[in-house]
């Protein structure tokens, strides 16, 4: 249990500052406090009968001290409110979690590996979920095949998206191509969907059937590591791949089966920083990249920054390789880590791979649900928020 060892208050009266028995000190606001009085309801469900309206912008604290031998914190204000804090919901609150520690990789990766049974409990679900959030993919073996074997494994990350594309997209051959995807051709690394505001969070990669001549591996790199490396050897290519956003298009003027006709457009930069300045998103798919429409000056240097994230993602040093057979699936971070595949002979229909999406919020959910059901704690560490437009 937390507590508190000691309050003091400013000459302002604007803040107290607690000092914790395990250690460190924290300057607490008095508009923060008086906001966050539990008397006011629970901010984290939304039930709350307080609002930040009714605060007096001028408001002073004319006492705080613990009490409960430090256990909670009762406050003053000059308004003659009073409010008493848990001090282990303050510090929680006021001292977060250390973030994930994320686990970047490159070509020789062993990534994690589940079984579908494993998956379905509690336990299982929840190191899925976890190892995903860690090292951006897993492999799942002995998925069925059918439609409802990937429907129940897609449901390990919450509800399916449904998009343009459907529900599910089924990744064939096809004579009479419309997305690249159905053609035979290798594929660079990339990220779906970079074309929506809000591109797919999590998606699964379920192979029905491989090529039965060989080729058609898929490959994976870790947009983080990508990024990581370009931060520590390419700062300036860094600097202008998180802070100038490009345009990302998907154009189609006909619906065909499985699409509708469509003219999306986003724009977002490559990788995303969050306020911490941590990377938390990458956007990229080159075939869906519409014209650069920066200044001429920024044209040129942004090619340049370009061209260094682009050669790294087609390194064989940062592609992890695998040919996937029947009943295995990928399950990755589509906001995180790149995807494609080795080219294939032409054989129509028998290369097969089902994939569907689920919204990146869902996921994460999910697993900070589990972890606190389970009492694994952990489950307010901050996690990767993606990349958005
Ligand atoms: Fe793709």
Excluded at 24 to 52: E, H, I
Excluded at 147 to 168: C, N, S
Excluded at 343 to 366: A, E, I, M, N, W
Excluded at 380 to 388: E, I, S, T, V, Y
Aim: net charge negative; charged share 25%; with cysteine.
């Amino acid at each position: 249990m937390t507590a508190i060892i000691n309050t003091e208050l400013d000459s302002s009266r604007r803040f107290a500052q607690v000092t914790w028995t395990g250690g460190g000190s924290v300057a607490c606001n008095v508009l923060w406090l008086r906001d966050n009085c539990p008397s006011g309801g629970d901010k984290r469900s939304g039930f709350r009968t307080f609002s930040v309206g009714e605060l007096d912008p001028n408001l002073e604290l004319e006492r705080a001290e613990a009490t409960d031998a430090g256990a909670c914190l009762e406050v003053s204000f000059s308004d003659g409110h009073v409010s008493h804090f848990d001090a282990t919901w303050l510090h929680a609150r006021l001292q977060p979690a250390a973030p994930l520690q994320l686990r970047t990789w490159r070509s020789s990766a062993a990534l994690p590996r589940h079984q579908f049974e494993d998956t379905l409990q509690d336990e299982g679900h929840l190191s899925l979920l976890h190892d995903i959030a860690q090292w951006g993919a897993a492999v799942v073996s002995d998925v069925p095949l059918t439609v409802d074997g990937t429907e129940a494994l897609a449901a390990r990350f919450g509800h399916v998206r449904e998009t343009d594309f459907g529900r599910l997209f089924d990744i064939m051959s096809e004579p009479d191509v419309w997305t690249m995807s159905q053609s035979t051709n290798a594929m660079d690394p990339h990220t779906d969907d970079p074309f929506r505001y809000n591109p797919s969070g999590a998606s699964l990669l379920h192979c029905i059937d491989a090529s039965p001549t060989g080729g058609g591996a898929s490959t994976l790199v870790d947009g983080f590591e990508v990024a990581a490396t370009i931060r520590r050897e390419h700062p300036q290519a860094f600097e202008l791949l998180t802070s100038v956003s490009v345009p990302f298009i998907r154009y189609r003027s006909d619906s065909v089966d499985q699409g509708d006709a469509v003219n999306m457009q986003a724009h977002a930069p490559v990788i995303r920083l969050d306020r911490d300045g941590d990377v938390c998103g990458i956007r990229f798919h080159e075939r869906s990249m519409g014209s650069l429409d920066l200044d001429p000056d920024l044209t040129d240097r942004y090619y340049r920054a370009l061209i260094v994230f682009t050669k790294l993602i087609r390194d064989r040093e940062f592609q992890w390789t695998h040919r996937l057979q029947p009943g295995e699936a990928l399950m990755f971070d589509n906001q995180r880590v790149l995807h494609g595949r080795t080219g294939f002979d032409g054989d129509p229909g028998r290369r097969h791979l089902r994939l569907c999406t689920v919204d990146r919020d869902q996921f994460h959910s999910k697993l900070r649900r589990l972890a606190e059901d389970l009492g694994r704690g952990g489950h307010d560490r901050k996690l990767p928020a993606g990349n958005l437009s």
